[in-house]
T-cell receptor, first 112, second 115 residues
Framework: KQEVTQIPAALSVPEGENLVLNCSFTDSAIYNLQWFRQDPGKGLTSLLLIQSSQREQTSGRLNASLDKSSGRSTLYIAASQPGDSATYLC???????????FGQGTELSVKP | EAGVTQFPSHSVIEKGQTVTLRCDPISGHDNLYWYRRVMGKEIKFLLH????????ESGMPNNRFLAERTGGTYSTLKVQPAELEDSGVYFC?????????????FGSGTQLSVL
């Protein structure tokens, strides 16, 4: 049974810092892995999607890596801004069916 | 282009009552998913429609939950009778393409409180 864990549960950093969010999963047989952002009272917004055959994806100040063999993914945020404050969720899609398995998320706060 | 919309945004009901949640996916998206997040837990899958057919309903908690997608457009999720443990945020998501490149678009969710 696939399980996804995100560490830390919460993170507070000063503006301008580079930071890394971690995601680990127990079953390396995945189709893809997605990182989402959720703002309070809002839905989830997909940030980056890494296919199982890929090692990383980049979008602006965001870079996500995937190491299937070790069951890990990281989301790197460069030069953090207060607008980056949100909950970041990692989710994997397994080989069976179309459902996503989510981690509990990391609540990020970037202080001005 | 409109995103995934959900109604209502909030619902407060008493234990034993019935509630129906609605989801309008992005036009043209055949795949529609329901997910739920209860307090303190991770977001969990409930079920998946492809057009009007239930593709996977393995995440539905019990037979008090009934999901429909008549005509393959909008979907409803009915909880009858509601119990305290049904409280949480119910998310709907839709996608156009399945497989390794599938990208889900989520609605803002319905916050359900059962008192």
């Amino acid at each position: 049974k696939q399980e996804v864990t995100q560490i830390p549960a919460a993170l507070s950093v000063p503006e301008g810092e580079n930071l890394v969010l971690n995601c680990s999963f127990t079953d390396s047989a995945i189709y893809n892995l997605q990182w989402f952002r959720q703002d309070p009272g809002k839905g989830l917004t997909s940030l980056l999607l890494i296919q199982s055959s890929q090692r990383e994806q980049t979008s602006g100040r965001l870079n996500a890596s995937l190491d299937k063999s070790s069951g890990r993914s990281t989301l790197y945020i460069a030069a953090s801004q207060p607008g980056d404050s949100a909950t970041y969720l990692c989710a994997v899609k397994g080989n069976q069916g179309g459902k996503l398995i989510f981690g509990q998320g990391t609540e990020l706060s970037v202080k001005p | 282009e409109a995103g995934v919309t959900q109604f209502p945004s909030h619902s407060v009901i008493e234990k034993g009552q019935t509630v129906t949640l609605r989801c309008d996916p992005i036009s043209g998206h055949d795949n529609l998913y329901w997910y739920r997040r209860v307090m303190g837990k991770e977001i969990k899958f409930l079920l998946h429609f492809v057009k009007e057919s239930k593709q996977d309903e393995s995440g539905m908690p019990n037979n008090r939950f009934l999901a429909e997608r008549t005509g393959g457009t909008y979907s409803t999720l009915k909880v009858q009778p509601a119990e305290l443990e049904d409280s949480g945020v119910y998310f709907c998501a839709s996608s156009q393409e399945r497989g390794v490149r599938e990208k889900l678009f989520f609605g803002s969710g319905t916050q359900l409180s059962v008192l």
